[in-house]
Nanobody, 123 residues
Framework: QVQLVESGGGLVQAGGSLRLSCAAS????????MGWFRQTPGKEREFVSA????????YYADSVKGRFTISRDNAKNTVNLQMNSLKPEDTAVYYC????????????????WGQGTQVTVSS
């Protein structure tokens, strides 16, 4: 069992930066792929970024490519999302998730989800 807790959300002006962190409990963290997703009211949860268990491969949605960077520290059981050049359309609740049978680029295969952290980007 893995529990995930996100932090780092908040209010930022367009063009600014935020760094989201996801702290995981459980010894199996290093064996899971991890992902970040976001959701706005009335819309489906969408893929933002993902990273393999080793950190050797990363994936990004086209909408965030070049602006967001995902990283993980298996020794500290954390995964981070550095978000730069934020836009109002990045406003959403951001979720951290993990799983061992994920389909990169989708929400499929993620067995564990955090509660989410709100990111609001003002224009």
């Amino acid at each position: 069992q893995v529990q995930l807790v996100e932090s780092g959300g908040g209010l930022v002006q367009a063009g600014g930066s935020l760094r989201l962190s996801c702290a995981a409990s459980g010894r199996a963290f290093s064996s899971y792929a991890m992902g970040w997703f976001r959701q706005t009211p009335g819309k489906e949860r969408e893929f933002v970024s993902a990273i393999t268990w080793s950190g050797g491969h990363t994936y990004y949605a086209d909408s965030v490519k070049g602006r967001f960077t995902i990283s993980r520290d298996n020794a500290k059981n954390t995964v981070n999302l550095q978000m730069n050049s934020l836009k109002p359309e990045d406003t959403a609740v951001y979720y951290c998730a993990g799983g061992s049978t994920v389909v990169f680029g989708t929400t499929a295969g993620y067995a564990y989800w955090g509660q989410g952290t709100q990111v609001t980007v003002s224009s």
